[in-house]
């Protein structure tokens, strides 16, 4: 299977759609399911196969991220990329997330999110970028307000997280006002 890549000079950023998914479940063996997902485990994959079991997509809402591949160690180290991507609306929410703390504070998300951005308004037609973001997580507020977002409002009792409601601070990118 062949993905469509983006290569910076420390990352290769590996594009995974709705058919990715497809082929991967389809076509792969086990052994290279878990190897192209990153997992380490069978119950990760039988809970990421769920996930795909329950729909990744609707007629209207898809999913459109990358995962961030070490070109030195060729280690799956996050991801980055649309999870909610209202197709009718042009609109998208952007997610990201390094697996491995020792690749934090080296400026590897601001690097790819601004590519993650471009690809939005450029290839996938967006005009909106919205995100949101736990009030207490101080490094993401930064890297999106560093990338022009805007602070829109506060969502209380947003999402369900480690057995409680949690609120959103919600941050939004035009197109029109990107740079």
Not at 2 to 28: G, H, P, V, W
Not at 49 to 67: A, D, M, R, V
Not at 86 to 108: M, P, S, W
Request: proline share 1%; hydrophobic share 35%.
């Amino acid at each position: 299977m062949k993905f469509e890549e983006i290569i910076t000079d420390r990352l290769i950023l590996r594009k995974f759609t709705q058919e990715s998914f497809d082929a991967i479940y389809s076509d792969m063996s086990q052994e290279e399911q878990l190897d192209i997902l990153g997992l380490n485990s069978i119950e990760k994959l039988l809970e990421e196969k769920e996930k795909y079991k329950k729909g990744l997509s609707t007629y209207n809402k898809k999913f459109l991220y990358h995962q961030l591949i070490d070109k030195k160690t060729s280690a799956i180290i996050g991801w980055c990329g649309y999870h909610t991507w209202y197709t009718d609306h042009n609109r998208a929410e952007i997610g990201y997330e390094l697996f491995d703390d020792n690749y934090k504070g080296q400026g590897i998300m601001s690097e790819v999110i601004a590519l993650i951005i471009n690809y939005g308004f450029r290839n996938m037609g967006l005009v909106r970028i919205e995100a949101f973001v736990d009030p207490s997580n101080t490094a993401s507020i930064k890297l999106l307000k560093r990338r022009n977002f805007k602070k829109e409002g506060l969502f209380k009792h947003h999402y369900f997280h480690n057995n409680r409601m949690e609120d959103s601070i919600a941050f939004a990118l035009l197109k029109s006002e990107h740079n």
